[in-house]
Structure formats: structure tokens, C-alpha cells
């Protein structure tokens, strides 16, 4: 993760232009004297001189975390997060905050003050969303480093539309004292802060830098485990979980045909693969993940978040949950632990939606959203890119339900020939480290694959 100084001057200017991509919404003019001060005290950390970009809802001193709302203008916070504390005190400069939908809950990425913001790849499609500017900024080169938060696949919407790499952590791995919620009080679908970067080694080095002594002493609340060097490091041979579809949302064939070769790589590397058969995922989306972020079930919520899910307005309210998300949880570890699995391959939603399909697609997030009501870590890689054959393929697309939804789906994907599609690597609870090691042999596979085609 080398900078040079030229480099860390192109990421300032990009974020005082007013370009295409709307990402920007707010340069931290402190950022200029901040490399000078950190090298006065001696301490230059792991993160020395790396110019960090912050996700718009991640509280900076003296800056507004508006959540796209008008009404959060001119409110700066009193107080660096304390994710921010620590980068600072690791030698990173954080020097611009980037773009959200409103209130969050979206995985698009506008709103009435700062706009809509477009993929860097191609501006007709999505970055998404909620760490959509974010996901521009690295995937467009204007940030080497940067922080989202994901509570339905908020990190890995915007990593896989744009791109790049990401890791949603565990809930409480990281602090999110400071980070403001679109929705508060929830409890049962656990959101979590994490960084993005083009690679899987920068992601891997900042969560060393972050997983020491300032991070648990400025948070009592997050548990003191520093980064497990020997687990990233491990060379052993894994036992991996995959499937290609939660039989909810179908994939398309450019997402299912990156499963397959995935798989096919960790095998040939010598890897074991067991297949894994989800179960209940409807029931788990209907019922855990949108009861877990509103109180009401949803039922009131605005027209562009992920509430709005496939019922009409003859339709009740959801009913009660008939078991609560820890027994799921504990059914879901239960069948990964009698497999004897150390990681699990997954099905990422892509290619990236065009603009505007987002908000009509909710419930396309089955695939992210499951990892938050379990509170997995879970990364993404990026694997492949669009074929005219997926393209081709696309055409005989219908879902499984053969709804407007499945329909509208499959005219989101469409025309997106060399864009990228990516896969989830998950661990269990408290993995981060396995879980990144995880991604680094998938990504490994995948760039000695393209070296030799």
C-alpha cells in the first residue's frame, strides 16, 4: 500500500471537483496539515500517510453527518468516531466524506442535497448503496482506503457494483461509537462498520492497524482480540461450504457461472468443497431481517428503502416471528459445524442494477442481508467480469417466482457486458482473520488465472 505524495495530492484535488460521480460530501480541509503532525510526534503507525476516505454517516470533527437528510446540514459533530480516532492515531489522513441515499436504508446511492451518485465503471448503473460513494471513489481511483458501514449489504453492494474488495466484519468487531444509524435502535439485524480497498492486502492491514490497544480502550464495548496474524498467514488446505443460489433470488448467469469457476479454482488448488443447502431464506427475509430494522415490520417505511418488499396495500402486516433470529442462527451454525466447514462460498448480487433499479429491487438483498441477521463477517472479491454468453443467457431469465420483481430484476441486468461480478466469502462469528485469508486465496486464484489466459 505504497502513496506517493503526488498520489496522495491527485485524491485531494478529486475530491474538491465537482465531477460526474457526485461522491464527495465533504473535503476535510485539516487533511493538509495532518501528515505534518503526525510525523512531528514520532508515532507514524501502520497506516502512516494513507489517505482515508469516510463513508458521509461516520462522525469527523467539526463535520456534518447528514445521512442525506436537509434537516442534518450545519450540524457538525463535536467529535472524531472513534474509528476515526484510530486511523489518525495509525498515521491515516482522512480527507474527504462520500455520498449516501437517504436515510441508508438503499442500496442506490442519492439524495436532495448532495444528488445521485453514478458507477465509475459505467455511469448508466449504480454504485451502490449505502457506502456508494464510497465504493465510487475506490473503485475510481480517487481513494486508495476507504470506510462504509453495512447493515444489508451496505459494503458489499457498492464493492461488487464497483469493483473493488470489502469486509463486513462481525457487529462489534470494530467501534461504531460515533456512526450514525438511519434506523435506530436495531437489534436483531446487526449492522457493522468496515473498509474497502482494491485489494485484499490493504483490507487485511488496516484491520491490523485497528484491532489494537487505542481501538479497545476508546470502546470498552468492543472485545480486546488483536489481529490473529497466524490464522491470515495459515497455508492449510480449507474446507469451504458453497452454493449457487438461496433459491429466493435468482442469480444471473454471470453470478452463478462466478460460483462455479470459483469453485473450480479452490478445488484445483487443492481445497475441499461441500456443497450447502440454505433453507428458509424467504422466511428469514420476510420475517427476521425487515422486522429486525423496523419496528412495524416495515409497514410505513419510505417508498425507496428496503422495506418495500413484495406486499400490496390489501396486504397485513408481517406476523410474528415463530422463532426468534439467535435460534436461526444456531440452526444455520449447527448444519456448518456437521459439515466440519471453515469458510463458506456464496453468491454476490451482479452485475451492478442500473440506475434506478435499486429501489424497485429489495428484495434482491436476500444474498447480503442473510449475513447480518447471522452477524457472519462475510467479504467480497471480485471474480469475473459480464460475457456476451451471460448476456445471452440473460434472455431466458424469468426468477423463480416469475413475478414483476423477477422480471424488473433481469431488466437490471441487463447491457452489462464487461462489468464485474464478484462472490461472498464468510466465516463464522469472530473470524475476520480466516475470513480474510479466505479472500486472499480466492483472489490469488483468480489473478493467476488471468495471468495465464
Known sequence: MLLSPLHLQMCWLTSKTRC???FSTSYLQESETQLRKAKLTGKLG???????????????EGHDSTLG?????NKPATEDSVVVQVLKRQGAIPFVKTNVPQ???SYDCKNLIFGQTFNPLLYTRSPGGSSGGEGALVGGGGSILGFGTDVGGSLRFPAAFCGICTLKPTGNRLSKKGIISGVLGQKAVVAAVGPMAKDVESLALCMRALLCEDMFSLDSTVPPLPFNEEVYSSMQPLRIGYYETDFFTMPSPAMRRAVRETKQLLEDAGHTLVPFE???????????????????????APKESLSQLPWDSTSTPLTTSVFPPQDFCHQFIAQWKKLNLDVMLCPMLGPALGIGYPEKLSVAVSYTMLY?????????????????????????????FRDWWDRTLAKAFRGSVGLPVAVQCVALPWQEELCLRFMKEVETLILK?????
Open 46 to 60: 501502520l497506516l502512516y500517510g494513507v489517505p482515508v476516505s469516510i463513508k458521509d454517516s461516520i462522525d469527523c
Open 69 to 73: 437528510f436537509i434537516k442534518n446540514l
Open 103 to 105: 436515510s441508508l436504508i
Open 449 to 453: 488465472k488471468n495471468r495465464l489466459v
Open 372 to 400: 447480518n441477521a447471522l452477524d457472519f463477517p462475510v467479504g467480497v472479491v471480485p471474480v469475473t467480469m459480464v460475457t456476451d454468453e451471460d448476456e445471452e443467457e440473460l434472455k431466458g431469465y424469468q426468477g423463480y
Open 20 to 22: 460526474p460521480l457526485s
Open 278 to 300: 440454505l433453507m428458509n431464506v424467504d422466511y428469514v427475509i420476510f420475517n427476521l431481517c425487515v422486522r429486525g430494522l423496523f419496528a412495524d415490520g416495515g409497514w410505513r
